[in-house]
């Protein structure tokens, strides 16, 4: 079957209008993510949203729902213990990332029957992205754009120095309450994509490959929503004809995307290098 053949079914092709959407907000997000360093605050709150699957599960809620409303919360807490109550950040982390996975297992273990669709939640499958969900990340999407359209220049500020954005009487507070929202919703709504296993990649490796080749926030955000689209393209279409699973096989294409970059990079490091010689 031909890439146009592939193109008739529907399931197809709400898969790659979801990772353009998708794309936009991770690209967006991720830049926000990896400046600040919140890499492994994502990564706690991706799996605190667990929890909230379990609470989906149990009480016959929607699952993405509950999930966001988790993970929201999460992210909350995770700041309010870090800054308020004087708890290290880590640990902070920690404690969610725990709780949410154990609140997780248990009520999917107690939830009667099977959760036949959980493993689309863990390992991801981008096949079963729904108008619904299509949807969702149009919306989020544009609350994105118009949020960094409004308030750039200060979340900007706040990416690289808190404390000197506050001399300059910046609303801090608001801009990483707001951004930690953002960055919860963002990880629940992208998880049909590559799973909860492995969102944390799809937020930071398209950042990291486009810092290789500039450091201009605008244009790391812009490099890195066309290299997610383009890895979540390649490896669906790969994981069609090698027929292994979508999530895994995207991931695995972003960094092989970085690890390729990086080369070139060297490779024109070295070239520069003997040109002065």
Request: aromatic share 14%; with cysteine.
């Amino acid at each position: 079957m031909n890439i146009l053949e592939l193109l008739e079914y529907t399931f197809f092709r709400n898969a790659i209008i979801g990772s353009l959407f998708a794309s936009i907000a991770c690209g967006i997000i991720g830049t926000y993510v990896v400046s600040r360093r919140l890499v492994f605050i994502s990564g706690g709150i991706t799996h605190a949203s667990f929890g909230g699957l379990g609470i989906g599960f149990y009480f016959s809620l929607s699952p993405i729902l509950s999930a966001m409303a988790f993970a929201v919360l999460s992210a909350f807490g995770i700041q309010w213990l870090s800054r308020k109550q004087g708890v290290r950040e880590d640990s902070a982390i920690a404690v969610f990332w725990s709780l949410g996975m154990a609140i997780g297992i248990v009520l999917t273990f107690l939830t009667p029957g099977y959760a036949p669709n959980l493993s689309e939640y863990l390992f991801g499958n981008i096949l079963t992205i729904t108008q619904t969900d299509i949807i969702s990340l149009m919306i989020l999407s544009a609350l994105i754009i118009l949020f960094f359209t409004l308030f750039f220049n200060n979340i900007v500020s706040v990416s690289f120095d808190t404390e000197f954005a506050k001399t300059r009487r910046i609303h801090t507070q608001f801009i990483e309450y707001t951004m930690m929202l953002f960055i919860a919703v963002t990880i629940v709504l992208s998880i049909r994509l590559v799973g909860i296993v492995l969102l944390m990649s799809l937020i930071t490796v398209p950042q990291m490959t486009a810092n290789l080749f500039t450091v201009n926030y605008s244009k790391i955000i812009s490099l890195s929503i066309i290299l997610s689209f383009f890895g979540c393209i390649a490896g669906l279409f790969l994981s069609y004809y090698l027929n292994v699973p979508s999530g895994a096989f995207i991931i695995f294409v972003l960094i092989l995307m970085f690890f390729i970059a990086k080369a070139f990079k060297a490779l024109l490091s070295v070239k520069r290098l003997n040109q002065t010689q």
